[in-house]
Every structure is written in structure tokens, then in C-alpha cells.
């Protein structure tokens, strides 16, 4: 019954509901009004904090996905899970302490690697050629169904019980959502075990096509890729970690500012579901950049503070871009550089991403505290869209386009 390889794309989207970018990025928005009042501290200071997770958890990731090329994924993804699970709930212990709050955030970032895109991606792409970018798509749309359900479960939480309680919860959904489906339905090939008994590279076993580890990173298009990344999630993301309490100090209850970055939730999922559908049939650029458009009209949106609906339509298409530029990470990089290292490869493209998101926290909340007001930021979010849509924009055709026709893709995938 467990045997499709649609399973491992159920997992994945079940898991990545309460994954990194959910819990460090969607239910950050919601605590660091509450901490900050809490703990006397400046939201600069907490979104520096912060921003020490996202740091550590780009230092693992780069290693981390070269050990999963190396054992596989499973094997490397379930420990890093209930770590991370553990760690979130930690969180519950913060004090006025600086000091604490850095070493529990670093923590959490480390073990939180785990639970970025990277291992769903790599998992994915192996199973998946001619749907790869439906699969990511469906699949990375958890992460949008995490930024529905985790702020109104954050909500919940942080308005009947606190936020140290709120930790708490979080810690015991990455459990459920995590650890759980992956146990189930992510499972091994024999080659993959062999490889692991004979301590020889999974990656090198199963002959995968693409270019090697240190062969994809000499060349400009790999890093310029990564760049182009960095700025379009410093934007996106950094703008969305701040979307409750900038709403909120605009006289908007709570129930509204967090309903609106619920919306971005919703039009991530519709974003996802979408351009991967795309991905499988249109250049890759061409949905870059209607995708990395849709957030600069959002954040101006918000610049510009127009009253009556407007904050929801720009929370919503902010969403829409957080709903493509993670798929297109993956799919990106599996079609320009394959997938014998990609679990290597994307582990350095994420850790642009995951660094990105401290940035874009960091730039967003010393905008504020500097000068009371968010304008600075947002316009230098929109400056870094302009300049990642130009660079993705610039690529040419693919070094390894979709096989339309996979034997045996009806069974069992021989992902790993």
C-alpha cells in the first residue's frame, strides 16, 4: 500500500508543515512582539537572536547534505528531527539574558538543518523526473500549509497558555508532523544500505547523472544562482517575519495581522501547487519572474500603508512568493546541475537562503528600531527582488531537461 513513490511526497509535505522555515520564519512573526514585551529586550536585538539560527542552520546544512548523499537521507533526517523538536521547545526557557537567548537559538538552528528542504528536496528528486516539479511543488507545499496552521496554532497557544507554553507546542507538532511520516514512509533502497554497510557514497552506487560536488562549484552559474536566491528570500522572508508586528503597530489587531500572513500561507500553497505544475512545462525563468513579482507588489503594498483590505492582498502576495522560489531551488538545480551531488549542492544554495533570512530579519528589525519605522527596509527588499529577478532571468537552457519517460515510475522510487 506504502509502496508509491507519492508517499514520500506525502511525508514531505506533512513534515515540512512544521519544518525550519515554518517554525523559525511563521511562528517567529508571531512571538517576537510578545518576547520582546516579556523580556525588556529590543526587537533588533531579538531578531538578532534570531537571526543566529538561521546562521548555524546554513553552516550545518552545507555539511549535512553532503553526509546525506553520503548515507542517505533517512538515515541522517530522523535524529536531526526529534533534536530539533527538543530544541524548539527549549525556547520555553529564555530570560533576559542575551547570552541565553544566543546559545538557544544557535542550538536550534544547528539541529534545525535537518528539517530544511534540502533532505524533501533530494528525497524528491531522486524519485521523480518527468513530475519533478509537481512533486516539489505539492510536497514543498507543506511549508505553505505550515504558515496557515502553525501562526493560528501560535496564536492559540501564546493567548491561552503564553509563549514559553507556545514553544512547547510547537516542539510536540514537529514530533507528530515529522518524525512520525518520516518514519513510515521514507524508507531505503538496498543500494543505499549496501553503500552505508561497504562505507561507499550512496551517490556514487546508484549512478545517478549530474555534475560532482566540486565541478558544479566552479562554475559562475552556480553562484550567481545562489545569489540570486539570497536576495530574493532576504527580501520575501525577511519582510514576512516582520508582517504581524508591523500590522499590529498600525492599530491592527493581533486576530486580523495574524489572519493576513495566514492568507500568505494559503496563496503559498496556490504558489507552489502552481509553478511546479509550471516547472514540468515552461522555462524556469519565465516562472522566476512572475513569481519574484508578485512580492514586490506586496511589499509595496505594505510601504505605502493603505487602509482597508490592502495589508491582506499584500500579505497574500508576499505568499505567492515564498510559494515558488524554494521549489525552484530544487528544481533549478537538478535540471542545470543533476543529482549526484544534490543533496551537497543544495545544501550550499539553502544556507544562501537560510543566511538571507537572518539578514532580511535583521535589516527589517533594526529598520525599526533605528528609526521607528519599516520604509527603509521594505525599500531595500525591493531593490534586491529587482536584482534577482534580473540574474534568474539570465540563465540559459537546461544541462539535464526532464526524461518524459521513466521506467518503473508507476513503483517504488529508488530514492534514498
Known sequence: MFKSRWWIVVASFLALIAGQGAVEVFVTGIFIKPISESLHMGRG??????????ILTAVCIIFLGRLMDKLGVRAVLLPFLALFAIATASLSLLTSS???MFVLFGIQGFVGAGQTPTA????????????????????MAGVGAGTVLLPQYSR??????GWRTGYVGI????IILGVIPVSL??????????????KISAAKIENRPGMEYGEALRTFRFWGLCFAFFCAQTAINGTMIHTVPMLTDRGIKIGTAVFAMSLGGFALIVGRIIAGWLLDRVYAAWVVVFFLACPMVGIAILGFKLGGNAPLLGAMLLGMGVGAEIDLVAYILSRYFGTRAFG?????AFAWVLVANAVGGNIMGWSFQLTKSYGTG????????AIAIIIQSSQGPYKFPAIKSVKGSKGMATAH
Open 45 to 54: 536585538v531579538i531578531a538578532s537572536g534570531m537571526g543566529m539560527t538561521n
Open 185 to 198: 514512509w521514507f524508507r531505503e533502497t538496498d543500494e543505499v544500505k549496501e553503500a552505508r554497510r561497504n
Open 378 to 385: 521594505l525599500t531595500i527588499m525591493e531593490v534586491l527582488l
Open 171 to 174: 516542539g510536540i507538532a514537529i
Open 120 to 139: 524533501y528536496s533530494k528525497m524528491i528528486s531522486a524519485a521523480f523526473d518527468d513530475k519533478r516539479g509537481l512533486a516539489l511543488g505539492l510536497a
Open 98 to 100: 542575551v547570552t541565553l
Open 344 to 348: 551537497a549542492l543544495h545544501g550550499v
Open 156 to 161: 492559540y497557544l501564546l493567548t491561552n497558555y
